[in-house]
Structures are given as C-alpha cells and as structure tokens.
Nanobody, 125 residues
Framework: QVQLAESGGGLVQAGDSLKLSCAAS????????WGWFRQVPGKEREFVAA????????YYADSVEGRFTVSRDNAKNTIDLQMNSLKPEDTAIYYC??????????????????WGQGTQVTVSS
C-alpha cells in the first residue's frame, strides 16, 4: 500500500505562481511513476504532469507545457508541481497519483493505483 497526501493549494490571481507538494508513505520503493491530475465539477479527471521515479523523465499536458514543472525528491519521497503563469482555467482540484510497476500509459488516469485526497487550486481573473 502507498499513501499520498497533497498540500499547497489555495487562492491566487491570474499570473501568479503556486507550488503543490505530494508526500508518499508506505511501499514507496515500488513506485514507477508519479502523476498529477486535476478535475473540475462535471468534467473528467485530466492528466497534468508525470515524472518517472527512476531517471526523472517528465511528461506534461499541452495545456501546461512551459508553465508547470514537476519534480521529485527520491530521498524525501515527495514530488512537487511548480505552477507558474496561472490562468483561471487552471482552477480545479489537483490530485497526486502513483503507479506501482511499469506501464507506458502515464497519461491515463486508470493506469494509476493510488491517489491522494486532492487539493483545491483557485485562480481568479
């Protein structure tokens, strides 16, 4: 089992920056990839970014490429999502996720095994 806990959400203005963090506990040595997803009411949970536990290869949704940066700290079992130049359309609940074991579908929500409780990010115009 892996437990995930997000922190760092809040209310900011358009153009501001915000950093989300996710702390993992439990059987973290088996994690293959960490992901960030987001969801607004009435819509599907969508992929934001992901980072491989080993090697650190990163992946981004087109909508956040160049504005968001995902990073991991293996020693601390944490990943961060640095969000810059935030837009009102970035408003959502952000979820941290983890997959145990290899899978090449890092963009797909259903391929992740564990999820955090989510943290609200609100960007005002």
């Amino acid at each position: 089992q892996v437990q995930l806990a997000e922190s760092g959400g809040g209310l900011v203005q358009a153009g501001d920056s915000l950093k989300l963090s996710c702390a993992a506990s439990g059987r973290t040595s088996s994690i293959y990839v960490w992901g960030w997803f987001r969801q607004v009411p009435g819509k599907e949970r969508e992929f934001v970014a992901a980072v491989l536990w080993s090697g650190g290869t990163t992946y981004y949704a087109d909508s956040v490429e160049g504005r968001f940066t995902v990073s991991r700290d293996n020693a601390k079992n944490t990943i961060d999502l640095q969000m810059n130049s935030l837009k009102p359309e970035d408003t959502a609940i952000y979820y941290c996720a983890a997959r145990v074991g290899y899978h090449d579908g890092v963009y797909t929500r259903d391929n992740y095994d564990y999820w955090g409780q989510g943290t609200q990010v609100t960007v005002s115009s």
